[in-house]
């Protein structure tokens, strides 16, 4: 399986109103044309974690 770009992760994020769960970030990816690398990263997240921007869940992306 490819890695997953994050830059491609973050457009697919453009416009996600923050704060936001990881459920509310896979799903806002899903409606937005993510690809299943992204979304599979992204599920990853921790699902216990509030992410309050942009930053916060490149950070927790690249550590999946």
């Known amino acids: 399986m490819a890695s997953a770009n994050p830059i491609q992760m973050q457009k697919s994020l453009k416009d996600l109103d923050y704060p936001a769960s990881t459920d509310q970030i896979v799903e806002h990816a ?18 216990d974690r509030t992410f309050d921007g942009p930053n916060a869940v490149s950070e927790a992306f690249s550590k999946v």
Do not use: T
């Open 30 to 47: 899903q409606q937005h044309g993510a690809d299943e690398n992204i979304l599979s990263g992204l599920r990853k997240l921790p699902k």
